[in-house]
């Protein structure tokens, strides 16, 4: 079998990181949300905003990092709808999130139509360039492959290290996760839960909606109806396999991507006269699907996840 | 700021909060009509015109809800178990499938007989594949919301994969279709020079016997105790295991036969574009409703009337009809928020 030769060419491994990087971005920003107790279900829609979004500023004349902050600040917008519900009305978190996602893509494909109402094949604009890095890049291998990637990945891989210290070594990372382990402690310690709460269910919004702005703003040049597609909740998916680490979504998210990088890659060599193509591109699903399943036993949920806050409730 | 429960609230305002909502979500929809330059209160007109104010129009709009009553009732049935099943879209898909499978010429039945084969087994069909995450949520306490919904992708890449080679119909010049429903196996219409289909009296007789379900017998008892208290309803001595299954089979069997009416009501044949979100849209209609069988019924018939509305708009003034949807998410978050100020007071402090 060819599949050894193929772990070997330094295209596999740039494919893995790029088709990685949203799910890297979306693992972590459901995770936030996650260890501090709320479920958002809102990220399929918060990545198709995201991708709009990012990709209109860039449109529009903006530059891109312009287009990266705007993507995250609309998501924040949303996380903040989603906490208005889920937080200080105590409102289902599954139904509210699904809310969100109904509205936010539908919002994205309003506002992408109005903006562009003639537009037949979806218009393009300059995408972030892969950088090489100095020094590191003439590495052999992870050189061309890891280290030659869009600014957007970086960030990504970035975001991974600011978040597990951010969560495991700061006092507000400690608020977070208590927030989603034990409120009434928090409350004890004179911190606002519901504020501790609304704060991370922002944060993790604007890093679902930059995932999906790298989709529109680097991994491809243009926005297409229905594009994110079910990247969102591969996410969700991630984040049960990951076990609530960051260091781990990372593994997770890597994992995930190298499979599928690698599916198309057999796929390419077998010319799909073995099996139809439909089976491959069903193997992302059928991977998120397994790994809950595999990692359901040793899942330890966030206690309070999916349980509304309300000050002055006895425990 | 906090929230008080409300010892008893007041009827009026439970039967008026729906109403309320989505007139809110009318309002925060005017906004978006207003940017696009158009008059609001002629597109919502052109909108009501489009979705009722013709026999024509009428007649699509009962067509469109046909499918969305009963997607509706699904979601309405497992959300009140709270079997989260938002694989809707893929079991009417499955139904669809299994319609084709028999209905292309596999059975030779006259059509008294070959119409409820195809009924049923489109409905083991939707059923068989939510007991699948139904079992793994039983078992492993793996979250149904993530697994329904990716099961969705599984399956419309799987009957695209069917529709491309095996299912293919040699006759359709090359476009990925399946071979034609026989004509014993078609449902009649039943209103002429119109789409409607003996498909709608079909799922308002679902509705009918859903409400009886829940409403007289212990089977929705069950449904309604496992959802509000799962540990509680153990206590009692329910099975809960099993009454989540028997909620998966009645709910997923409902969104396969809205799959098996569009093929042999509306269309005829199956293709990948045979359902435009239905499922989706149904789990909308069940929020609506407030999980309400009766309420689905209204709520299937007002969504449905907003796409065809908004389809007829879309086509006479400059607005995207992406509206529709925009509408009918703001509705539902706007429902959301006004049965929960129904229960509570927000009180100062």
């Given at each position: 079998m060819d599949i050894l030769e193929i772990l070997l060419t330094t295209g596999f491994w740039a494919a893995t990181l790029r088709i990685a990087t949203p799910l890297i971005f979306g693992t972590l920003g459901e995770l936030i949300c996650e260890r501090a107790g709320v479920l958002n279900l809102g990220i399929e829609g918060i990545m198709t905003m995201g991708a709009m979004a990012g990709w209109m500023w860039v449109y529009q004349g903006g530059d891109l990092w312009g287009g990266v902050a705007f993507a995250a600040f609309i998501g924040m917008m949303f996380g903040l709808l989603h906490s208005g519900f889920t937080v200080y009305l105590g409102l289902s978190q599954h139904v509210t999130g699904i809310g969100i996602t109904l509205l936010a893509s539908s919002l994205s494909y309003f506002v992408f139509r109005m903006l562009l109402p003639d537009a037949t094949t979806p218009p393009k604009i300059e995408p972030f360039q892969p950088y090489a890095i100095p020094l590191l890049s003439d590495l052999p291998v992870i050189g061309p492959s890891v280290f030659t990637q869009t600014p957007m990945t970086y960030l990504a891989l970035i975001c991974v290290a600011v978040i597990w210290y951010g969560l495991n070594r700061t006092p507000v990372g400690l608020a977070v996760r208590m927030a989603g382990e034990n409120p009434l402690a928090v409350e004890a310690q004179g911190i606002d839960v519901l504020a501790v709460r609304t704060g991370a269910v922002m944060v993790g919004s604007a890093l679902m909606s930059v995932g999906g702005a790298f989709l529109t703003m680097s991994a491809f040049d243009a926005f297409y109806f229905g594009m994110v597609n079910g990247r969102g909740w591969i996410c969700v998916a991630l984040v049960i396999f990951a076990s609530w680490r960051p260091g781990k979504a990372l593994l997770g998210a890597l994992l995930f991507a190298g499979i599928d990088a690698l599916q198309v890659r057999v796929q390419q060599v077998s010319g799909g006269a073995a099996i139809p193509y439909q089976f491959f591109l069903m193997a992302p699903y059928v991977l998120s699907i397994l790994a809950m399943v595999v990692m359901a036993r040793r899942a330890a949920y966030p206690k309070a996840l999916l349980a509304p806050f309300r000050r002055g409730d006895r425990a | 700021m906090r929230l008080e429960l409300r010892e008893s609230p007041p009827i009026w305002l439970a039967g008026m909060a729906p109403i309320l909502a989505v007139g809110a979500a009318l309002v925060l929809c005017a906004g978006l009509i207003a940017w696009t330059g158009e008059s609001v209160l002629e597109a919502y007109a052109l909108l009501v015109k489009g979705a009722v104010g013709s026999r024509f129009a009428l007649a699509e709009t009962l067509t469109r809800?046909?499918?969305?009553?009963?997607?509706?009732?699904?979601?309405?049935?497992?959300?009140?178990?709270?079997?989260?099943?938002?694989?809707?879209?893929?079991?009417?898909?499955?139904?669809?499938?299994?319609?084709?499978?028999?209905?292309?010429?596999?059975?030779?039945?006259?059509?008294?007989?070959?119409?409820?084969?195809?009924?049923?087994?489109?409905?083991?069909?939707?059923?068989?594949?939510?007991?699948?995450?139904?079992?793994?949520?039983?078992?492993?306490?793996?979250?149904?919301?993530?697994?329904?919904?990716?099961?969705?992708?599984?399956?419309?890449?799987?009957?695209?994969?069917?529709?491309?080679?095996?299912?293919?119909?040699?006759?359709?010049?090359?476009?990925?279709?399946?071979?034609?429903?026989?004509?014993?196996?078609?449902?009649?219409?039943?209103?002429?020079?119109?789409?409607?289909?003996?498909?709608?009296?079909?799922?308002?007789?679902?509705?009918?016997?859903?409400?009886?379900?829940?409403?007289?017998?212990?089977?929705?008892?069950?449904?309604?105790?496992?959802?509000?208290?799962?540990?509680?309803?153990?206590?009692?001595?329910?099975?809960?295991?099993?009454?989540?299954?028997?909620?998966?089979?009645?709910?997923?069997?409902?969104?396969?036969?809205?799959?098996?009416?569009?093929?042999?009501?509306?269309?005829?044949?199956?293709?990948?574009?045979?359902?435009?979100?239905?499922?989706?849209?149904?789990?909308?209609?069940?929020?609506?409703?407030?999980?309400?069988?009766?309420?689905?019924?209204?709520?299937?018939?007002?969504?449905?009337?907003?796409?065809?509305?908004?389809?007829?708009?879309?086509?006479?003034?400059?607005?995207?009809?992406?509206?529709?949807?925009?509408?009918?998410?703001?509705?539902?978050?706007?429902?959301?928020?006004?049965?929960?100020?129904?229960?509570?007071?927000i009180r100062r402090g």
């Open positions: - | 809800a046909t499918p969305l009553i009963l997607t509706g009732l699904a979601a309405a049935v497992a959300f009140r178990a709270k079997l989260w099943n938002i694989g809707g879209e893929g079991q009417l898909y499955m139904g669809a499938l299994a319609a084709t499978w028999l209905g292309t010429g596999a059975l030779d039945l006259p059509a008294f007989l070959l119409i409820p084969v195809l009924l049923i087994a489109g409905a083991l069909a939707g059923g068989a594949v939510l007991v699948v995450p139904a079992l793994i949520k039983n078992k492993l306490r793996v979250d149904e919301v993530v697994t329904t919904l990716l099961l969705n992708f599984i399956i419309l890449l799987f009957v695209n994969y069917l529709l491309e080679g095996p299912l293919k119909d040699p006759m359709s010049l090359g476009w990925p279709q399946a071979a034609p429903i026989i004509d014993e196996g078609l449902l009649p219409k039943i209103l002429e020079k119109s789409r409607l289909h003996l498909g709608l009296i079909i799922a308002l007789l679902a509705a009918l016997a859903i409400w009886l379900v829940m409403r007289f017998t212990v089977w929705g008892f069950e449904i309604k105790a496992v959802g509000l208290n799962a540990r509680g309803a153990a206590f009692s001595g329910i099975n809960v295991n099993g009454t989540i299954i028997r909620t998966a089979l009645i709910s997923g069997g409902l969104a396969g036969i809205a799959g098996v009416g569009e093929v042999i009501g509306l269309k005829g044949y199956l293709t990948l574009d045979l359902s435009p979100g239905f499922g989706y849209t149904g789990i909308a209609v069940a929020m609506l409703a407030q999980l309400h069988p009766i309420g689905v019924v209204v709520s299937a018939f007002f969504l449905a009337g907003i796409y065809v509305g908004a389809d007829s708009m879309g086509r006479a003034v400059n607005i995207p009809t992406y509206l529709a949807d925009v509408l009918v998410a703001s509705s539902v978050l706007c429902v959301l928020v006004s049965v929960m100020l129904v229960r509570f007071r």
